[in-house]
């Protein structure tokens, strides 16, 4: 029973970053911005928040300063992409490279140096249900506020003016402009919102994941919460399915690898052999097991081309040019 | 003084009271071309105001500029006897002023009440809008489902939508941009008696149009724009058509002429056979059962409302979506219905799409590269040479497009421009005389004259029967009635993906026509 709370408890840690990562580049990609950069966003935010949470000691400083960093990051991309109207993928392609070699340069003194780490909040008596009293209210203030994330943006997307607002940009940016809705400030805004996301899920990776600043500890999360939005169908709460979904599979991948298969001969023959063959599975297919859900994810939701074009914003990626 | 209400600068003098809106020798200017050239109007209080002239007259310009989208580089605008800059649409709003878009101002994925959400004020709470929108189009007898989604809705619905949309906000001048021109002629009757109605309530409506019929029986005044000028206002009950049409063009437009079916019992040459096709995507239409045989010598005319199968149809015709039986569609006695584009080709049929730029030729390839472009597969000999390395023979196109450009009047800058420097009206010239210039003996064309001039129009359509004369088989798809009855020997009606049966020409009526449009008096 432990055992599997201690499981259950490292996948929800996988899944907090990607679900705010997700969150913060669907909220992009509805304004009609497709933002490549969520990976280098993410390490910026990592090595920022490491960076800011050392010199204060203040691990909810560091979560800000993450915060900060990838708001800013971001806004490098928003003034080439919308203010310059340069290309969205090919600039996103370069934020992430730049934000990789970057965060390298920044980090290079903190290497190795232990880092300041971010304590769960134990809400008390909800934390002391059975099952799920440990997994849900003993964590840590990042994943208290990714539950609040998506319900708040599930909110304002749908419920609120604002969220219309950004969704209708999203879908035609011309008739947008026709009515009088300033284009490039949602978009400014809604390309930082995300920047902001990515960043924090950075932080969440030096502050509570692993504590501890690594060269290219996002690891390829950026590349996994853009194909979630994309597996989401432009859904906030499918965002929560498939974080936690390959949230599971990353973390499934490490315990398969770690299990001694001699230590199962007390299992039916059947389910030996079963995890035989589970073993047998390269670890590396398991890790790219996201990318495969996503591209059938895609090819399903391709069949229903109605529900299809409804979510995707039709203006994804393609610059605006307001008439003079 | 709210931000967002329009600058009101001084007032300008003593009015007569009843004039709403006055223009004076507004000016506007897209680098060299000057797009409206001190353009001036009046539009009283209650009327239905007019403003006519060809494609590029400048009408767009105008009323955007009316509208708050584009800025104004000289002259200035009169509301009510105070001079105002309008500098956004939400200010044009407040002013009083509403815009009813013929294209490209709905949302596709958002539903009618968030479309009209978005364009009201903030004070109006979401939850109420759709219940707001039911009432006042129930009201005006335009009746809407406040939850449908806009990609759902048939482009008769969705300017519903519109109009509803911008008779919320109380507007006292209405501005329609060619509001019929993807209508019924029956949903056109029921917005005559909406306007009629608004109209009664002391509103006044600007008016854009190129029907002529329409103008006269329902417009108090018409102003006629030329190249960005006023060239004429008058009362259009007081005129004919034909007067109207005119000033417009500049130059009297002559008919085409058209002699007699003489091959009445030609070979059949195109053949559709229960043509079935399920609808590519959401917001496209399927095609159902289409029967169709062109013979040579005819043109067969196919009118419609917008969006009804008729670019599906194109398709499945042009090869551009393959039919699943070869028996499908036959060319000149040869089944073809899984045979590609280029293959069709080689049978001796051209077809010419109706997006032009884009679809018909690249806009940054010149002239004679678009022309290698379409025609290297059906004409590999004539274009490409030393054998299999297909080499461009550079002299050879040059001399094709020059005599493409000649036989077809096509007026550009340069010897070989890039197609996106073309007007819209000469590179469709150029895209017929491409396709032409083979002498195909299967002809199929979508909207010919959408967008283009007069004269251009008339070249075009003069063209078309002279092809079908010399033994080809012709069939012209067009949204324009007036072009289809201008140009056809028989006519049938595409409506929802299916296609009645042609029509001899001379005996069917605009009223039959219509009601097939809307899908009635299929039998």
């Known amino acids: 029973m432990l055992m599997t709370e201690a499981i259950l408890l490292t996948i929800f840690t996988a899944a907090t970053p990607l679900m705010i990562a997700a969150l913060g580049e669907l909220v992009t990609e509805r304004s009609g911005v497709l933002n490549l950069g969520v990976e280098g966003m993410m390490i910026m935010g990592a090595v920022s928040g490491f960076a800011v949470a050392q010199l204060t000691g203040s691990a909810y400083l560091g979560a800000l300063g993450g915060i900060a960093a990838g708001a800013l990051f971001s806004l490098l991309f928003a003034f080439l992409t919308l203010t310059l109207v340069a290309n969205q993928v090919a600039t996103g392609l370069a934020l992430t490279i730049l934000g990789l070699g970057l965060s390298g340069l920044i980090g290079e003194g903190f290497v190795g140096q232990p880092g300041v780490k971010m304590f769960p909040i134990v809400i008390p008596f909800l934390s002391e249900l059975p099952l799920v009293g440990k997994l849900l209210f003993s964590q840590d203030a990042i994943f208290y506020f990714s539950i609040a994330l998506l319900i708040a943006i599930n909110w304002f997307l749908f419920k609120t003016r604002a969220g219309l607002t950004l969704r209708s940009v999203g879908d035609n940016h011309k008739s947008a402009h026709s009515l009088g809705i300033d284009v490039i400030k949602i978009r400014y805004l809604a390309v930082m919102f995300g920047g902001a996301c990515s960043g924090l899920a950075g932080a969440h990776l030096a502050l509570v994941y692993v504590p501890q600043w690594v060269e290219g500890m996002s690891a390829g999360r950026g590349w996994i919460a853009l194909a979630l939005v994309v597996f989401a169908s432009w859904r906030p709460f499918r965002i929560l399915v498939g974080a936690y979904l390959f949230g599971a599979v990353t973390i499934a991948q490490l315990h398969i690898q770690a299990i001694d298969i001699n230590s199962l001969t007390f299992l039916p023959s059947w389910l030996f052999y079963l995890a035989e063959l589970i073993k047998a599975i390269p670890s590396q297919f398991l890790s790219s097991l996201p990318y495969i859900a996503t591209i059938v994810v895609l090819v399903i939701i391709s069949r229903n081309r109605r529900l299809t074009l409804i979510n995707t914003p039709a203006s994804l990626g393609k610059g605006f040019v307001p008439d003079r | 003084m709210n931000k967002n209400d329009a600058i009101v600068e001084d007032n300008v003098g003593s009015q007569s009271g009843d004039t709403m809106l006055e223009v004076r020798s507004i000016t506007k200017k897209f680098g060299d071309l000057v797009a409206n050239d001190a353009v001036s109007l009046k539009v009283t209080k209650g009327e239905i105001h007019a403003l006519l002239g060809e494609n590029g007259a400048g009408k767009s310009t105008l009323v955007k500029m009316l509208y708050g989208s584009l800025q104004p580089d000289g002259g200035e605008i009169v509301w009510h006897g105070n001079r105002v800059e309008i500098l956004t649409p939400s200010q044009a709003r407040n002013t009083g002023i509403g815009m009813v ?423």
């Open chain 2, 101 to 523: 878009f013929q294209h490209f101002s709905l949302f596709d994925s958002l539903s009618v009440a968030e479309n009209i959400a978005l364009s009201l004020g903030k004070e109006n709470d979401l939850r109420d809008i759709g219940q707001k929108a039911r009432e006042v189009s129930e009201e005006y007898g335009l009746p809407l489902q406040p939850d449908t989604i806009i990609g759902d809705m048939s482009v008769g619905e969705r300017q519903r939508v519109e109009i509803v949309r911008c008779l919320l906000q109380n507007p006292e001048l209405i501005i329609l941009d060619e509001p019929t021109s993807v209508l019924t002629p029956q949903e056109a009757d029921n917005l005559f008696e909406t306007l009629a109605r608004l109209k009664s309530e002391g509103r006044s409506i600007l008016y854009i149009s190129h029907r002529l019929d329409e103008v006269r029986q329902m417009c108090d005044h018409a102003t006629i724009l030329r190249h960005g000028k006023v060239v004429g206002e008058c009362t259009p009950a007081n005129e004919t058509a034909a007067s109207l049409a005119n000033p417009m063009v500049g130059e009297e437009v002559g008919d085409v002429s058209r002699a007699a079916v003489t091959t009445s019992a030609g070979d059949v040459l195109l053949e559709l056979n229960n043509v079935n096709q399920p609808a590519p995507t959401p917001f496209a239409i399927a095609l159902r059962d289409v029967n169709l045989k062109v013979r040579a010598g005819e043109v067969v005319g196919i009118a419609g409302v917008a969006g009804n199968g008729q670019s599906e149809l194109f398709d499945a015709v042009s090869g551009e979506t393959l039919s699943l039986q070869n028996s499908d569609i036959r060319m000149r006695g040869n089944d073809c219905g899984t045979l590609g584009i280029t293959g069709r080709r080689k049978l001796g049929a051209a077809f010419v799409a109706e997006e032009r730029l884009g679809h018909s030729a690249v806009p940054d390839l010149s002239l004679s590269e678009n022309l290698v472009l379409a025609r290297h597969g059906s004409d590999a000999q004539t274009f490409l040479g030393m054998g299999s390395l297909g080499v461009i023979r550079k002299n050879v196109t040059r001399q094709v497009t020059k005599r493409i450009v000649e036989e077809m009047d096509v007026r550009k800058s340069g010897e070989d421009p890039d197609a996106s420097s073309l007007s819209g009206g000469n590179l469709q010239k150029f895209i017929m005389g491409r396709e032409l210039d083979r002498q195909p003996s299967i002809l199929v064309i979508n909207q010919p004259t959408w967008g283009v001039d007069a004269g251009a129009a008339q070249k075009i359509r003069q063209a078309v029967i002279d092809l079908a004369r010399s033994g080809s088989a012709v069939v012209v798809i067009s949204q324009d009635l007036d072009e289809i009855m201008e140009i056809s020997d028989r006519i049938a009606v595409m409506s929802d993906g299916s296609l009645s049966e042609p029509e001899n020409a001379e005996t069917i009526t605009r009223e039959d026509i219509g009601l097939k449009m809307g899908g009635l008096g299929h039998g």
